[in-house]
């Protein structure tokens, strides 16, 4: 935004940029969010939409949905409440008052909304593959997992998968709408909830318990059977996490992220018999730590546990210097955590910038879960050969089988 914009307002930018943008790659449609500086301003998104389709910028009948996402205000799970809820309203609502709002007609289908998340790749293809094998149609509304996996075949994709404009338009019809991000999708859930849907909310459910209430959920609201095939995943992943339990029963670990993701790793923590001695969220609130606190009140692994909601990774510093634990998990960003306090990290979150292709890979459901579960084994084992690789002073413990 230049100095002219910044004082008269950005409506010249948005008549050229949609001209721009719908000129140079034919999109079907173009959704507009704010930064901080047209916040400030005060610019009104729907009229410089209105204005710029009567200057010809793109079509009358064009799609413009449009989100207010300033950056001062909440975090980035705010912005993409904002932008779904947008969509969301642009489509049901009557297009900005451009026509008349979608009527409901109920069907059999169910919605799936997974919220800000880093490993989109492999956990939309999980929660595809549960939902086939329960033969449920489910509109996923917001699915960028292909565009994160174009093949390089030759072949030139502008615009690889996603979510359709006619599955959000037919998403209003549907029985119910999964969200597996409570704190992510806060106004969007209420906003649904107000079109006559019911909505399952659940936080970011890992592991066993929180799979298999997702899993329940499913067999509620659609009225099918749990399928053999799932049933014998969760007793692979069990056994497994038997097989492991005396490498990770009684470790303590420090956790940091989205609050949703930190519900689910703490509870499958707790399953493990690990302990989750400091649970730390930015961008938790109040309510947050209440549902964690109830998490760990209900294990005896929780008893020594803390939950902090608004603190940042300085205040974490603080406590692994005082209170030590044996690992971190969390994103990048942890990697100075590790080489100030050296507590070894395992990268599970959001931003993963220093390793490749994690997000490939699923944490959800059964399958994610044993994906987190070696993960954990994984450091685990790093951190043990680290310790014991002294010649002739710790190697006696340096072992082929682990």
Known sequence: MTEDAAVFGGLNNMIDGLANAYNLYKP?????????MA????DDLDAFIKNSKQKGSVPEDYDVPFAHTPAFVGSHV??????????????????????????????????????????????????????????????????????WNTPTDGEFRMYQGGTTKEEVEHALNARATFVFQEFCCERTIKFIAEHG????????????????????????????????????????????????????????????????????????????????????????????????????????YGAACKVYPKRDLWHLRSLLFTEPVDFLIGNTYGKYLERDVGTPLV?????????????????WGYAGGLRILIALLDEYFEALDTSTIAVSETDYSYDIVR
């Open 28 to 36: 079907e449609m173009i959704a507009v969010s704010t930064t901080c």
């Open 39 to 42: 916040e400030v301003i005060g």
């Open 78 to 147: 705010t912005g993409y409440d904002n932008a779904l809820l947008g969509i969301l309203k642009h489509f049901w609502d009557g297009k900005a008052r451009a026509s008349n709002p979608l009527v409901r007609t109920p069907d059999d289908s169910v919605n799936f909304i997974g919220g800000f998340d880093g490993f989109v790749v492999g956990n939309m293809h999980e929660v595809r593959r549960i939902f086939d094998s329960f033969g449920v149609k489910v509109n996923i509304i917001c699915d960028p997992s292909e565009t």
């Open 197 to 300: 849907q019911e909505v399952v909310v659940l936080n970011a459910p890992v592991g066993v318990r929180g799979t298999d209430h997702f899993l329940m959920e499913i067999s509620r609201v659609t009225g099918k059977p749990i399928p053999a095939e799932l049933e014998k995943e969760r007793g692979q992943l069990v056994d497994a996490m038997a097989d492991s339990q005396a490498s990770l029963h009684g470790k303590r670990y420090a956790l940091y992220g989205d609050p949703d993701q930190m519900m689910g790793y703490t509870q499958f923590l707790l399953e493990l018999g690990a302990e989750p001695i400091h649970v730390l969220s930015t961008n938790g609130n109040d309510a947050w730590a209440g549902k964690v606190q109830a998490l760990l009140d209900a294990s005896p």
């Open 347 to 363: 990268r599970l979150g959001f931003p993963i910038f220093d390793r490749h292709h994690y997000h490939r890979y699923p944490t």
